[in-house]
């Protein structure tokens, strides 16, 4: 029997605050987008104005919307509005608050540190993946830090997400070193991160998806010998 398994590294574009943008990352194949709900960070979205981009996206490219130790209240009102498929918490949110929405979730794991506590890592044990960042605990996430991918392996069995200093020409190692389930890019595919925080690079975009498709392909050509 032919073996028809496929190595894929699925890619969430975040910070998403324009049409154009939304658009060309669906047309290159992105599998979520990511909404920063965070008032005060410059990617931050005004519900209102950002519903319309939500209802284009087509089935199977997932709705993400970010948060920070949000209330009650406003995780409701981001769902009323955003009617997002899964919920990414960047704060101190325990276990027990990011699942009572009845909503998928993502943790995010500060990595610009010591390594996480087992403990930490286990109280999450119901989220569907867990976020690694570059940030350190108590620090806003989507700084765009890397941290050490390779001394970096976690023995837990949920898929991992990769973030933190991701750009086009790291991305490929990042991939080889730790083998994501996924990655996840803001700031790495901006015009100009600290300028223009709020507007994507249609070259970098591009750039992103194809040195990942090439991370796969070369993977998958390993696997194969």
């Not at 398994?5 to 990511?34: N, P, Q």
């Not at 027990?96 to 929405?101: D, H, V």
């Not at 015009?191 to 498709?213: E, H, L, N, Q, Y």
Request: proline fraction near 8%.
């Amino acid at each position: 029997m032919t073996d028809c398994r496929v190595v894929r590294t699925r890619i969430k574009f975040c910070g998403m605050r324009r049409e154009e943008d939304l658009r060309l990352a669906v047309r290159l194949g992105v599998d979520a987008i990511g909404f920063v709900c965070v008032p005060g960070l410059p990617r931050c979205v005004d519900l209102p104005v950002v519903a319309p981009l939500r209802r284009q996206l087509p089935p199977f490219v997932a709705c993400v919307a970010l948060l920070r130790n949000p209330t009650r209240a406003v995780v409701e009102t981001v769902m009323e509005v955003l009617k997002p498929d899964l919920l990414q918490f960047h704060g101190e949110e325990p276990a027990e608050f990011c699942r009572q929405f009845g909503v998928p979730y993502l943790k995010a794991i500060a990595m610009g540190a010591a390594p996480p506590r087992p403990e930490l890592l286990a109280s999450y044990s119901d989220a569907s993946a867990l976020l690694l960042d570059g940030h350190r605990p108590g620090e806003l996430g989507g700084q765009g830090k890397a941290f050490n991918w390779r001394g970096s392996g976690l023995d837990i069995a949920q898929p991992l997400i990769l973030a933190g200093g991701l750009v086009p020409e790291n991305v490929g190692d990042a991939i080889v070193q730790f083998r994501p389930y996924a990655v996840d890019v803001s700031s790495g595919v901006e015009a100009d991160p600290r300028a223009a925080p709020t507007i994507k690079d249609s070259g970098k975009m591009a750039a992103f998806i194809v040195a990942v498709r090439r991370a796969d392909a070369a993977h998958a050509d390993l696997q194969d010998r």
